[in-house]
């Protein structure tokens, strides 16, 4: 099960993961962010996702096939250890912004779109 | 011993024996008193057996009737009616034509007619009786039936009653065909079945009836005029049964008559009830003979119009797959079509009802409405939703204003469920036909997947290895190869391309075909890698990737070089210090960087096996198998490892396996899975 709330936080559009991003849930994943990365900034909160499959990480992998230099922003934040871990392992984290917390995100989008 | 036919026309012909015994019994009474020797009681037997031998023979006769056979049932006993009357008549005629004649006043020929008349009027009350048992007994109760049968038993019995000397309208006359009416009184008012004849059928059946009323009254006219007139050795007038009999045959006749009389306004309305049944019953059926839904929206169409008594109408609907506009429509000609919708598009509301949202909130929207036009003054649009979502409109029209209730609301939506049931039933059906020819050809991608793993793995004098692997649906992701480079080089490869199931098992056997072109050249794990990562590059799907560990196993050198393409950490156990530990050495899964700078992503380590080391390479479908949330992960296969290491590589990836299904039952496997063992048996005495 997945549920992904969107808020508007302008200049920001927040996703809010909750729940487990596998095979099947990947795809409403996939729609919303193909609806997000292209309004802006975009700020993922993974507080609350207790699992990401490598379906799940292959979203993310598509964005970062997308958005090289079409100068959208992305950033995680609130990454657990097994979350974190699982980024690490394949590498994605080398390529995508993972911040600690929102206000952390907020900054390092800012710097990063300057 | 008899064939139902063979008994019939038996019973019929002893029937016939025993009225030519009665007649001979009568005339040798007549002689007898002459002679003043013989009894009345004679012929007084032969007639019960007689009356006996009819019942039987009618009972046999005539079949139980059905719902469609009711006016035949009748029909048969106005013939057999209409038979008795006409010969009758015929007599009362030769009778009275002779009055003044001496023949006429001959005793022996008047009890010969009257004979004759007993014969008919006995077989007339006889067949009758039992038609009108058959019609009682139409979907009879179990109480029914027993009170039935007391009347039928108490009816026998008066056979017998009559063999005593009893008269017209004595005291024992009387109290018995009382206590026989009394019984009769409960199948007297059971009528059932006049309920299933419809208006024609009620016609005929009233005419018929009332001609069998019109028999009876003759005949009782007729008995008594004779027996008044004539000394009779057998008066019917006289037999209980008869009486009662006749009695019962009338009184039904008097109630089924007014009964259908009463019913016949009202027979419209059932025969309208009995239309929507059959209405259901084709549209359910409808589906199932290769029809289209636009048959079964021409059905709910002309269904619709019927139940509500509807002048005309159309409907408008998205078929289920979304690819066409359905549009049918009923007692229209094409401008009028047209110049009604323009009509209804001005009624004021209508447009509100576009906002209904679910069926749920049909019933709390105004559906009917008026319009101005010369021909049409109300009309009732119903909304049809297909998948739950509104797809169109059915549009009923009326010739008179305020011409829908909620009783016809109610039956169109009930016809239009069941026209929705109907046609995604048969959607369900084509898709699971559909189905199985992919499970047909997915069984066949599965079986040449199977054949992309090796059949048997390279082995080394060093190295003794196993391998399983098992997928989450038909086909998976997972990949593992061995390669011999040369005679002291074998190359080694794990793979996991993400998401599972048919793309992944495309994307797998391009990187067996990467990996068979590539080892070959004996790349080195960094050249390996920056190839694949190039090659699968410009064949990836974008938000695909693909995991691997690759090892080149170097006999000679005991030597292990080895880089990690984002892949779950290889477990290492070195029998030295009787410890497993993952390599956790950097890397990067192919198809995330697809441009060249991947090569600074990929590192290579080596390190030096010994005798007894063991290798465990896996996908993440291992360590990721969960229960209640609780994943199998790194830990558990560490402590299997480390437990068994002293086993031989087979022995470890069966306890490895074991260890897995111990920890969850194979359903909670969502995921590929692969484990791949090798442990080295380096004989250290002869190696130099």
């Excluded at chain 1, 099947?24 to 909160?45: F, K, R």
């Excluded at chain 2, 409960?186 to 009528?191: A, R, S, T, Y």
């Excluded at chain 2, 046609?423 to 054949?451: D, F, M, P, W």
């Excluded at chain 2, 790194?634 to 306890?655: C, G, H, M, P, T």
């Amino acid at each position: 099960m997945l549920e992904i709330n969107k808020i508007a936080d302008p200049p920001f559009q927040k996703l809010i993961l909750i729940g487990e991003v596998d095979a099947s849930t990947s795809i409403q994943l996939d729609q919303m962010m193909e609806e997000v990365t292209s309004e802006g900034l975009v700020l993922i909160d993974c507080t609350h996702l207790a699992y990401i499959s490598s379906a799940g990480l292959g979203v993310f992998n598509a964005y970062f096939q997308d958005a090289e230099g079409s100068g959208n922003k992305l950033v995680l934040y609130g990454l657990s250890e097994k979350i974190k871990s699982v980024f690490e392992l394949v590498g994605l984290d080398q390529f995508l912004s993972i911040a600690e917390n929102e206000d952390e995100a907020k900054k390092l989008i800012n710097e990063s779109s300057v | 011993m008899f064939n139902k036919k063979g008994l019939i026309r038996l019973l019929g012909l002893i029937s016939i024996i025993c009225w030519l015994a009665l007649l001979l019994s009568s005339f040798n009474y007549l002689f007898g008193r002459w002679m003043e020797q013989s009894s009345q009681n004679i012929p007084k037997v032969f007639l019960a057996l007689f009356f006996v031998c009819l019942i039987l023979f009618y009972q046999n006769r005539i079949k139980r009737v059905e719902q469609t056979n009711f006016v035949d049932t009748l029909w048969k006993v106005f013939v057999t009616g209409l038979i008795a009357t006409i010969v009758s008549l015929i007599i009362s005629s030769f009778l009275s034509f002779f009055r003044d004649n001496k023949l006429s006043q001959n005793v022996l020929l008047i009890n010969f007619f009257y004979n004759i008349n007993i014969g008919l009027v006995s077989a007339f009350l006889i067949s009758t009786y039992v038609a009108w048992k058959r019609l009682i007994l139409y979907q009879y109760s179990k109480w029914l039936f027993r009170f039935w049968r007391f009347f039928e038993y108490a009816l026998w019995i008066t056979i017998i009653l009559n063999l005593l000397d009893i008269k017209f309208l004595d005291n024992y006359f009387r109290i018995i065909f009382f206590g026989i009416m009394v019984l009769a009184l409960v199948p007297l008012i059971n009528l059932k079945w006049v309920a299933y004849l419809n208006f024609g059928q009620k016609w005929k059946s009233l005419l018929l009836i009332g001609i069998v009323i019109s028999y009876l009254i003759y005949f009782s006219i007729h008995l008594v005029d004779y027996s008044s007139k004539y000394r009779l050795v057998i008066n019917l007038i006289d037999n209980v049964f008869v009486i009662a009999l006749f009695t019962f045959i009338l009184l039904y006749a008097i109630i089924s008559f007014l009964v259908i009389l009463f019913n016949l306004p009202t027979s419209s309305v059932f025969e309208q009830k009995l239309e929507e049944v059959v209405s259901f019953q084709r549209l359910s059926q409808s589906l199932q003979h290769g029809q289209k839904e636009e048959d079964v929206y021409a059905i709910l169409l002309k269904s619709s119009i019927s139940a509500t008594n509807a002048d005309a109408g159309w409907l408008e609907v998205n078929s289920m797959n979304e690819d066409a506009c359905i549009t049918v429509n009923e007692g229209f000609k094409n401008g009028q079509l047209h110049a009604i919708k323009e009509k209804i598009e001005q009624v004021k509301g209508i447009k509100q009802l576009s906002q209904i949202q679910s069926l749920g909130e049909v019933n709390k929207h105004k559906l009917s409405f008026s319009i101005k036009d010369n021909r049409y003054r109300s009309i009732l649009r119903y909304p049809l939703f297909v998948k739950a979502k509104l797809s169109g409109w059915m549009v009923l029209v009326k010739g008179v204003s305020v011409g829908f209730n909620n009783d016809m609301l109610e039956m169109v939506k009930a016809f239009t469920n069941q026209a929705y049931i109907s046609i995604e039933n048969h959607h369900l059906i084509q898709e699971t036909l559909a189905n199985e020819r992919y499970k047909e050809e997915l069984k066949i991608a599965q079986k040449v997947q199977r054949s992309l793993l090796p059949q048997s793995l390279t082995h080394n004098e060093d190295l003794d290895i196993a391998a399983f692997s098992d997928t989450a649906y038909e086909v998976g992701g997972d990949y593992y190869d061995t390669y011999r480079i040369d005679e002291d080089r074998m190359a080694l490869i794990v793979s996991d391309v993400s998401g599972k199931g048919t793309s992944a098992a495309f994307q797998m056997s391009q990187l067996k075909g990467i990996f068979h072109s590539y080892a070959q050249l004996a790349l080195d794990p960094h050249e390996f890698f920056t190839q694949a990562n190039l090659a699968l590059s410009r064949s990836l799907d974008k938000s695909s990737f693909i995991t691997s560990s690759y090892y080149i196993i170097d006999q000679k050198n005991k030597e292990i070089t080895f880089a990690r393409a984002g892949h779950c950490p290889t477990l290492y156990y070195s029998n030295d210090q009787k410890k497993a530990d993952y390599l956790k050495n950097k890397g990067l899964a192919l198809g995330v960087l697809r441009n060249p700078s991947y090569k600074n992503y990929v590192h290579v380590n080596n390190l030096h096996y010994k005798n007894g080391d063991v290798i465990v390479l896996y996908t993440d479908g291992i360590t990721e198998a969960q229960l209640q949330g609780e994943e199998f992960g790194y830990e558990r296969l560490k402590d299997v490892v480390e437990k068994n290491a002293s086993l031989n590589a087979q022995e470890i990836q069966n306890e490895i396996i074991k260890a897995l299904f111990q920890f969850c039952d194979t359903e909670c496997l969502d995921d590929d899975f692969t484990v791949l063992v090798l442990k080295f048996n380096v004989n250290e005495n002869v190696s130099k």
